[in-house]
């Protein structure tokens, strides 16, 4: 996938993986998000993620050189970096 990919939702969850694109943003006002990056990702990741009630989950690639945001006014956020550097050798 090119270009950026915005998801957004009012009430429900966010569940999105194997995401490649540079540019993400996921928002829930009530619910969980989860994301998962490939590890095609780029390395410039920029990523917006939040909610104003619920969890996130995130897997992060450790090798980014970008900007990421995670978010939640109540709830928890779960970082599970992955080192995607032996799959792009």
């Given at each position: 996938?090119?270009?950026?990919?915005?998801?957004?939702?009012?009430?429900?969850?966010?569940?999105?993986?194997?995401?490649?694109?540079?540019?993400?943003?996921?928002?829930?006002?009530?619910?969980?998000?989860?994301?998962?990056?490939?590890?095609?990702?780029?390395?410039?990741?920029?990523?917006?993620i939040?909610?104003s009630?619920?969890?996130?989950?995130a897997?992060?690639?450790?090798?980014?050189?970008?900007?990421?945001?995670?978010?939640?006014?109540?709830?928890?956020i779960?970082?599970r970096?992955?080192?995607?550097?032996?799959?792009?050798?």
């Amino acid at each position: 996938m090119v270009g950026k990919l915005q998801l957004n939702t009012s009430y429900g969850k966010i569940d999105c993986k194997q995401i490649t694109c540079a540019d993400i943003s996921a928002n829930s006002s009530f619910g969980d998000v989860l994301v998962r990056f490939s590890a095609d990702c780029p390395p410039d990741l920029k990523a917006r993620i939040s909610t104003s009630y619920g969890d996130i989950d995130a897997d992060v690639p450790l090798d980014f050189a970008g900007d990421v945001f995670i978010d939640t006014g109540f709830g928890k956020i779960k970082n599970r970096p992955r080192d995607n550097r032996q799959r792009r050798a």
